[in-house]
């Protein structure tokens, strides 16, 4: 028996599956190349936001003089709040002015806030933590 001719109808076979195989691997290379990529831009961009976040919270505040109640400790206000880290308190506001921690003082200092954020300059996040108005971009 001449099993040649079943050998050859094999290698055809196979060389039509391997061209098949080729041409699919060839297929899915781009779009795995342009997922990658997207993949990478997304990650650029989740980086460049938590970058950008964390320096607009070091960003000074910036208000016309003319904006600001008559009072010397606004200004001192502002000056805590551009050399401060986080959200402040009332509390954490007053003791950077040098005021006694005492109730009153510690109202006083919330009233002064809660003035800042109705004039827009400051913003209350969340129950009694105040931070810097952010500008909207381009401007």
Known sequence: ???QPLFDALGIQEDAARALADDLRAQITEPQ???REAETHLEHLAITRKTVVALAD???VQANPSDLPEHP???RILAVFNQTTGPPRARDVCEALDHELLPKNIEGARAKL???VKLGILTEAGSGNFTRQHQ???S
């Open 58 to 60: 070091r960003i000074p």
């Open 33 to 35: 190349t342009r997922l």
């Open 73 to 75: 400790d606004y200004p």
């Open 136 to 138: 909207p971009s381009g």
């Open 114 to 116: 809660k003035r800042l």
């Open 1 to 3: 028996m001449n099993i």
